[in-house]
Nanobody, 125 residues
Framework: QVQLVESGGGLVQAGDSLRLSCAAS????????MAWFRQAPGKGRQFVAA????????NYADSVKGRFAISKDNAKNTVYLQMNSLKPEDTAVYSC??????????????????WGQGTQVTVSS
């Protein structure tokens, strides 16, 4: 089993930045691909970004390219999501997900095995 704990959410204004963290524990070797998804009220889960912890290959949703950056610190078993130039439409619960490594971070939520509890990000206009 892999446990994922997110942190770093909060209330910010449009244009501000936030950095989310996702710390993995347990059988961390089973968390080779890690990703961030988000879900706004009344909407479905949306892919944000993903990274492979071995080769560092990243994948982003078009809506966040150029504003968000996903990174990793394997020594800490932690993945980060740096969010810049935040917009009100970025408001959502952001969840971290993980799966055994396939050498790339998938954008499909059904491919991920482990999930965190989520952290709320609210961007006011």
């Amino acid at each position: 089993q892999v446990q994922l704990v997110e942190s770093g959410g909060g209330l910010v204004q449009a244009g501000d930045s936030l950095r989310l963290s996702c710390a993995a524990s347990g059988r961390t070797f089973a968390a080779g691909d890690m990703a961030w998804f988000r879900q706004a009220p009344g909407k479905g889960r949306q892919f944000v970004a993903a990274i492979n912890r071995n080769n560092g290959v990243t994948n982003y949703a078009d809506s966040v390219k150029g504003r968000f950056a996903i990174s990793k610190d394997n020594a800490k078993n932690t993945v980060y999501l740096q969010m810049n130039s935040l917009k009100p439409e970025d408001t959502a619960v952001y969840s971290c997900a993980a799966r055994p490594s396939y050498m790339y971070g998938s954008s499909s939520d059904y491919e991920y095995v482990y999930w965190g509890q989520g952290t709320q990000v609210t961007v006011s206009s």
